[in-house]
């Protein structure tokens, strides 16, 4: 899969979308670190914010001595934030001590285009509110979606595992597949036998940052393989998968190039989608 290019036909549909909008949607990012990784992660979501048609400021909060006084900051940073923002992002990770649910559950789900608040997730799992205007998928949800929509993949009666259950990857991608009517494990590399489940997979996805911990002898010939885990290997970016597992594969995701460059994709196209609900309620009160 190249997630380099289905990323920019997907920006592309999305800047033609924020055109019809009055102004460019506006998204504020709070960052706590000003680590490497954290700059570059920041900078490409500025160039690719431009290229979905949006505009996307940068606010540092410098990490204080005490964890609560930080925490409190950054809570009020948020809120400060929604004021004038159309989304507004939580850099991760946070520091150490800081409770990270309290802060996400502090952007208002109408302005929460990552969905990492509780109230946003909770639209998400809930299949009886699926006609709710302000469902958004997670963005790693939304790049397994266009992958599989563009490869005629249907989940529906598939064995799926899923390793790891983080916020990010495994826990949303878990639901997801349950609500297409997949058969969903979720394992860890120290769970039973690991390479067993993996065996007998129809679709992995896998988000563990772990380097390398596939191998191809643990798949059957035509899995379904999304690596959506980064890691750090002799100063090279690597996923969870090792790349000679594309050989078993009837769908590979690559590390870099895959589901990342599409989930910073599907993260403005949610941006540009709470634009237009904004939009569509301020239109209706003027009425």
Known sequence: VDGRA???EVLARTKARAATLPRAPRVV?????ESPATKSYLSIKA???????????????KSGIHK??????????VKKATETADAVIVQLPLPAGVDVKKVCDAIPVEKDADILSSAARALFENMDLRNHSLILLPPVVGAVREIFSRNGINPRGKKAVIIGDGWLVGNPCAVWLKQQ??????????SGDFPAALRVADIIVSGTGSPHLIKPKMLKQGVVLIDAGTSESGGTIVGDADPACAQMCFLFTP???????????MLFENTVTLACLR?????????
């Not at 609560?68 to 940073?77: A, G, H, P, T």
């Open 255 to 265: 590390v870099p190039g895959g589901v990342g460059p599409l989930a910073v994709a």
């Open 68 to 77: 609560n006084l930080l925490q409190q900051e950054i809570v009020d940073s």
């Open 29 to 33: 990012a709070l960052a706590t670190s």
């Open 47 to 61: 160039a690719r914010a431009a290229d979905a048609g949006c505009v996307l400021e940068i606010r540092s909060i």
């Open 181 to 190: 009517g997949a058969s969903v494990s979720v394992v860890t590399s120290q």
């Open 6 to 8: 289905l990323a920019r």
């Open 279 to 287: 939009r569509q309620a301020e239109k209706a009160m003027n009425i």
